[in-house]
């Protein structure tokens, strides 16, 4: 009788055990994307390609050779930062395909580009630059390779080599600065004889 008991409660505990596994268990499976996601997910990858693309031949048509130099100096910090913290820093992805969530190498190549025009040529540059990066962490979120937290890291890290690196180029001794007020904004042109 002990023995059918022990071997009763043995399979009980078997059971609720397996109950608990498959309870914690991650679906280590990637959803598939619906064709609208892929498709924000490939036009992000685009626009993260084509930012500093579009800074380098902003500077070509300036013929700003110190804002070539400066955009490649960044976009190797910026991006290599960022390779190498997935190294080190182990984040599964929402999706759960692997361990390299954070930080995100596609936002933060985006965000050389726009960190740099906007350090370097203003914010009329910047400004519009910005918004693409901020597309291209929305496109990485919405197709579950990041977290949220990861874009954003990754757009601080563009934004502190770009402080650091980048230096405002001026060619006419014309200056231009867009600062914020309690009742609204200020846009400023100067000029230094």
């Known amino acids: 009788m002990r023995l059918n008991s022990l071997i009763a409660w043995l399979a009980g505990l078997s059971v609720s055990a397996t109950s608990v596994a498959d309870a914690a268990s991650v679906n280590l499976t990637p959803t598939p994307l619906t064709s609208t996601e892929k498709n924000i997910e490939t036009l992000g990858t685009a626009v993260a390609i084509s930012e500093p693309l579009i800074a380098g031949s902003v500077s070509l048509y300036k013929a700003d050779w110190n804002g070539i130099a400066q955009l490649i100096v960044e976009t190797g910090l910026t991006v290599g930062t960022s390779i190498a913290l997935k190294q080190v820093v182990r984040e599964r992805r929402p999706d759960g395909s692997d361990f390299s969530s954070f930080p995100s190498n596609t936002t933060a190549l985006a965000a050389s580009g726009s960190s740099f025009l906007w350090g370097r040529y203003g914010w009329e540059y910047g400004l519009p630059a910005a918004l693409a990066t901020e597309f291209v962490a929305y496109s990485r979120v919405q197709a579950k390779q990041h977290h949220w937290y990861d874009t954003l890291a990754s757009s601080a890290i563009g934004a502190g080599y770009g402080y650091i690196?980048?230096?405002?180029?001026?060619?006419?001794?014309?200056?231009?600065d867009l600062s914020a007020s309690p009742d609204g904004a200020y846009v400023r042109l100067s000029y230094t004889w």
């Open 165 to 176: 690196v980048t230096t405002p180029f001026r060619r006419y001794n014309i200056y231009t």
